[in-house]
């Protein structure tokens, strides 16, 4: 078994342009800027206004090491090195990713959820607290994954210029939720699961964009909204949720990308078209790869984007790692999660750029089956390595359920923001 050295991915490096940061931070790959780590404290409730540290503060106490994206708004990932420490993501080391400054809190008790149904035998709203919840509803406990659309947006930004947020990698995690169903709360309320005239439901949060007065807002599909595994959560691997991720209530709907999983929730809206906020007609779709960074783009010649493609990488080794050169195989692991509930049915890793591949470990929620995966894929395996080579480049790929599997290079998915980047991951190792 190889000694590897374990060494820093290259976070030292993040591209930051505060202009436009409050719709979705476009960054500039040519204006560098020093990233560094915040310690968040995941159990604390404080009040925070659009005026407060994004960051939520430091606790030594806490062992979260996320590598800072964005200060305002606060955006984090995860290092690679402490995804595979555990199934479940703890909450002070769970990504973060935030479109808005943090919205003012109140404690629970004063948060209200509007559920406004517009279609249907019914109209009306109905307004719930946590409480309400709680109290009238059968709470449900699911794990799943959420992922970033732009993660590993930074390994597509090496191919042609992108924009957005230059995550490597780490804007994945995988955590235990608790709450109510959210089909449960729209029957509740008027809707009828057999309406046809609803298409979509609108979901807003309590964060407000200070220059335009609009809360961050989404929609999903109205077939996916009446799901039995979509989310009202209050709880995050058995604790209270904390401000960061969506404290005290906040949408988890597995088996779509992030942007959708509104947090600090507060309005549910029945409707017969898609959100029309930004970050569901203009922002999150990805366009062909026809258009570069600069020109001009119809949004509507590209669909929302609602799952996610399947998807591995490696977390050990570390890019730059090395390792002795009487090795004759190295230890490697890491994540795979395919959207749609779509189960990973294998990982494989190779060493001569695809030439052979190397069957790995598998693990998987064990309360879950292939055809309804919500939860990530954990894998691990000895590699054996080729003899007298300086150096060797691992890649990694995953296949779901569906026999979807990643592509080799970024050329042929390509989209100016980045988004949905799943090529094969490349870790190269030096001997020394």
Aim: charge should be negative; aromatic fraction near 8%.
């Amino acid at each position: 078994m190889a000694a590897v050295e374990q060494r820093c991915y290259n976070h030292g490096q993040g591209y930051a342009n505060s202009k436009d940061a409050m719709h979705g931070p476009r960054y500039d790959s040519d204006k560098p800027n020093m990233i560094t780590t915040v310690y968040v404290d995941p159990t604390s409730n404080t009040n925070c206004t659009t005026d407060s540290d994004d960051s939520v503060g430091a606790d030594p106490r806490q062992r979260a090491a996320r590598i800072v994206k964005s200060e305002k708004p606060f955006n984090a990932e995860t290092p690679f090195s402490l995804l595979v420490d555990s199934f479940v993501t703890p909450a002070d080391l769970f990504f973060v990713r935030n479109h808005l400054p943090f919205p003012e809190h109140t404690d629970a008790s004063k948060h209200q959820l509007h559920v406004e149904v517009q279609n249907g035998k019914k109209k009306g709203t109905v307004t719930l607290n946590l409480d309400d919840l709680k109290k009238k509803f059968k709470p449900t406990t699911l794990t799943s994954a959420v992922q970033c659309a732009g993660n590993r947006r930074a390994e597509m930004s090496k191919f042609k210029k992108v924009e957005g947020i230059m995550w490597h990698g780490g804007a994945i995690s995988n955590a235990k939720w608790t709450g109510v169903r959210l089909r449960d709360v729209l029957i509740a309320a008027g809707v009828d699961p057999n309406d046809d005239t609803i298409k979509h439901i609108h979901f807003e949060g309590a964060d407000i964009d200070p220059e335009s007065g609009n809360h961050f807002g989404v929609s999903i599909p109205y077939h996916k909204a009446m799901s039995p595994e979509v989310l009202i959560a209050y709880e995050m691997n058995g604790e209270p949720l904390s401000v960061e991720h969506g404290y005290p209530l906040r949408l988890v709907v597995p088996g779509v990308v992030g942007a959708r999983q509104v947090k600090w929730l507060t309005t549910i809206r029945t409707s017969e078209e898609e959100s029309p906020t930004q970050w569901q007609q203009k922002d999150y779709r990805a366009f062909s790869s026809a258009y570069n960074v600069g020109d001009n783009v119809d949004p509507a010649s590209a669909t929302a984007i609602q799952e996610g493609p399947v998807q591995s990488a490696f977390c050990m080794p570390a890019p730059g790692s090395t390792i002795s050169a009487e090795a004759t195989e190295i230890d490697v692991a890491g994540y795979a999660w395919s959207g749609g509930g779509r189960g990973i049915i294998r990982v494989e890793v190779s060493t001569d750029d695809g030439a052979t591949w190397h069957l790995t470990e598998l693990e998987q929620a064990p309360d879950q089956t292939l055809d309804d995966m919500w939860a990530w894929t954990l894998w691990r395996a000895k590699i054996p390595l080729s003899a007298n080579k300086r150096r060797h480049e691992l890649v990694c790929k995953a296949t779901d359920r569906s026999y979807n599997t990643q592509p080799e290079t970024p050329a042929g998915i390509y989209n100016k923001e980045g988004l949905l980047h799943n090529c094969w991951h490349r870790v190269t190792v030096d001997v020394k």
